[in-house]
Nanobody, 121 residues
Framework: QVQLVESGGGLVQAGGSLRLSCAAS????????MGWFRQAPGKEREFVASITWNGGNTYYVDSVKGRFTISRNNAKNTVYLQMNSLKPEDTAVYFC??????????????WGQGTQVTVSS
């Protein structure tokens, strides 16, 4: 199992930006499809974005398209989520996830501990 550690969360005003990072423990990081999910208080965890093992394809939930960008650096075993034009409804705990199966939302089976993102209005 790959171990994942997120960082970069915090408090930001609406319209601001944050960049989340997720560092992976395995040398085989480049074999993993990577994703970001989030869970707001009282809500189920939802898919945010994913990226294939080589960075060739990315996927986003409609609510973040044009505002969030997922990217990866396989040499650094790290995946990123650049979040711009943040809205209060983006407030959630953000989780990094990994999969050897594919980049679809239901294929992720390794999870980080999460990082809190709070957007104030």
């Amino acid at each position: 199992q790959v171990q994942l550690v997120e960082s970069g969360g915090g408090l930001v005003q609406a319209g601001g930006s944050l960049r989340l990072s997720c560092a992976a423990s395995r040398r085989t990081f480049s074999s993993y499809h990577m994703g970001w999910f989030r869970q707001a208080p009282g809500k189920e965890r939802e898919f945010v974005a994913s990226i294939t093992w080589n960075g060739g394809n990315t996927y986003y939930v409609d609510s973040v398209k044009g505002r969030f960008t997922i990217s990866r650096n396989n040499a650094k075993n790290t995946v990123y989520l650049q979040m711009n034009s943040l809205k209060p409804e983006d407030t959630a705990v953000y989780f990094c996830a990994a999969s050897l199966l594919g980049a679809a939302a239901d294929q992720f089976n390794s999870w980080g501990q999460g990082t809190q993102v709070t957007v104030s209005s």
